[in-house]
């Protein structure tokens, strides 16, 4: 009975002296306790009228089984989560994070234009080249659908289409097999990569040839600020000006192809042989109250989050277009923002610092 008592008190005291040596561990890293027992063991007594303050938010609690002389134990430690800064985009380094505007945006750079005279309605940073992201690949599908290639040729996946780059995920396992057609439509509605490396991959003359392509249709649009490198917008040197994006959806917008498949909500997608369903990263095409013809959301550390947009309010065909916006949900609410502007009736042509 005694072993069993002192057995008892020594996996208590373990659990308790155990609790507080988290708080030096980094990145969830845990130094693992010496086999052969601890030495020292300190002993915390609570005494009556003694409040604990709460664990700070920060923290989580790990459960982790040791042995301790040959016999295994439960402890239950505290982890620190160090929070890391921020990584700064291409327009921080620039400054463009400091152009204030009435509207209180928290995008660095914005434009919206009437699409049906391109009237500036509103501009903030428009002229700055910065890295677009995802927004790469509504040109992609552009080059693509211009090519009149067989959208319902067979296309497979390969370990060319995997991101070495950014090491970004993909439901798209290396041999799998697609239509061009379905290549496109993920491409532009969940801005799923190595379709859009496929894409270009499959293009004549191959991806480097597809490349030329996308810069050659930017300069006969007057892209004067826009330079890409490939087709998914993974690298930060896929750069463009807001006023050059809005050129680029004026000119996608005619083709119904594109207007469909980056606006649908969600799509079943057949992929060798089996149904996935795909869904919209612009959260905005469900909602009944926007009506919107044109998408394409974007975002790598480098460029922040992008968005991309035609749609209709108070009976006004635009095009909006943000760059570098701060937080998950800033370029929507961006949009909204700018959407009770226009709707208010303010005055158009507004021209901010920058601008």
Known sequence: MFKLALGALVSLL?????????AKSDAGGVAAPKKHGVKRIKMVLRRPGIRIAPADSRERVVKRVVTVRGKRHVQYQRVTNVALPPALTVGDLA????????LDLKSSVALVLDQSNSEVLFEKNSNVSLPIASITKMMTGLVVVEARQDMDELLTVTEDDVDRHKFSSSRLKVGSELTRSNMLHIALMSSENRAASALGR????????FVDAMNAKARQLGMGD??????SGL?????????DLAKLAMAAFHHPLLRQFSTDPKAMIEASGQLMQYGNTNHLVANPSWEIGLQKTGFINEAGRCLLMQTVIEGRAVIMVFLD???KQSRTADAGRMRKWLEALR????TLPGG
Do not use: C, E, F, M
Not at 14 to 22: F, H, P
Not at 95 to 102: A, E, K, S, V
Not at 235 to 243: D, I, L
């Open 235 to 243: 690298s930060k040197q896929n750069v463009a000006s807001a006023r």
């Open 226 to 231: 826009t330079h890409y490198v490939d087709s």
């Open 14 to 22: 373990l659990a308790l002296g155990s609790s507080g040596a988290i």
């Open 202 to 209: 499959n293009y004549p003359g191959g991806l480097p040839a």
């Open 325 to 327: 916006s701060k937080g």
């Open 95 to 102: 400054g463009l994070n400091l152009t204030r505007d009435p």
């Open 347 to 350: 005055p158009a042509g507004l």
